[in-house]
């Protein structure tokens, strides 16, 4: 594997001492870790370093929800230590922020996760604002060109033999599976990749994703996977010139580190992301899907 460290990855680490006043912030909530998964701390920094990916790269402007004075938001997720569904009444999220639950319990892939839903009443400007977070696209149903949660859950498997970075701005050899490569692709799936109506409405009755930045960065239609969660297993893109499989494909092996590609930020972006210019790629990877229907990241052999 090619071991030069992207440019995107170097601005990740200079995010907490310069971070742009739009920057997103991803929230890692641990309070629903009931199995204590991130009871370490080095695991809670692996995570929040993926998290730091996103909020890098990632300028949107989201306005806050706010509940109370008769306005009710009650988000509902899937609770990471069990898989049942979850609802916070009156629930409430700051701007350019999103909230997502994490945690461990045993499941059949190495990760899954993806956006909440919700529930809401409220007067119509409290109902709009929450739906939209200010913005001025659709973010649901079939004419939608944008997404914009409160957030979401990923759950990690507690069996795998997981490797925890304590640096993730370089690139070693490991044994077992890599815990920043499967966190930077479920918190993809929390901002809709895989699970976005806004990315459902750009694939064609071939199975082929149809996003004008993707299809640019990939040379034509991008191949997506039969449950259109994930680009299709073996879809290659490039990391600063460099090949490499897609982040954002079903697997990943044993003892491999996926940073997220050209496409992947292609991904973000056609779904209606404010993308920050890569100076040199883009780099970081997920897994997972909506709402109570989460997509799974698999399991592969090493080559």
């Known amino acids: 594997m090619n071991t030069k460290i992207p440019a995107s990855l170097l601005a990740v680490a200079m995010a907490a001492a310069s971070t742009s006043s739009n920057a997103l ?5 641990y309070s629903y870790d009931a199995n204590g998964f991130f009871a370490d701390p080095a695991r809670q920094a692996t995570m929040e370093a993926a998290a730091s990916y996103f909020e ?3 300028t949107d402007d989201l306005t806050a929800i706010t509940s109370g004075g008769g306005n009710s938001f009650n988000a509902v997720f899937s609770n990471p230590a069990t898989g049942g569904t979850e609802t916070i009444n009156n629930f409430s999220v700051a701007a ?14 190495l990760g899954i996760g993806g956006p909440g839903g919700y529930s809401l009443s409220g007067s119509s400007a409290f109902v709009d604002n929450a739906t939209s977070r200010g913005e001025t696209a659709d973010t649901q149903g079939p004419g939608a060109t944008d997404f914009a949660p409160w957030g979401g859950s990923i759950t990690f498997d507690t069996g795998t033999s997981w490797y925890f970075d304590d640096d993730t701005s370089t690139d070693e050899a490991f044994s ?8 930077l692709h479920e918190l993809s799936h929390v901002l809709g990749i895989g699970t976005a109506d806004s990315w459902d409405n750009l694939i064609n009755g071939s199975n082929e994703f149809t996003g004008a930045q993707s299809t640019a960065a990939y040379g034509g239609n991008v191949p997506v996977s039969a449950s259109q969660g994930h680009w299709d297993y073996g879809v290659n893109s490039q990391i600063d010139g460099n090949p490499q499989e897609a982040a954002m494909t079903p697997t990943v092996a044993s003892g491999e580190r996926k940073r997220f590609t050209d496409l992947d930020v292609a991904g973000l972006d ?10 040199v790629p883009a780099a970081v990877w997920l897994f997972g899907s909506g709402l109570l229907g989460l997509v799974g990241v698999a399991r592969r052999k090493a080559a």
Request: glycine letters at 10%; a negative charge; hydrophobic letters at 50%.
């Open 25 to 29: 912030i991803l929230n890692i909530d």
């Open 56 to 58: 890098t790269l990632i």
């Open 96 to 109: 350019d922020t999103l909230t997502i639950f994490a945690g461990g319990r045993s499941i059949s892939a």
């Open 176 to 183: 077992g599976f890599d815990f920043f490569s499967v966190a």
């Open 270 to 279: 056609d779904i209606g992301w404010d993308v920050a210019p890569v100076p």
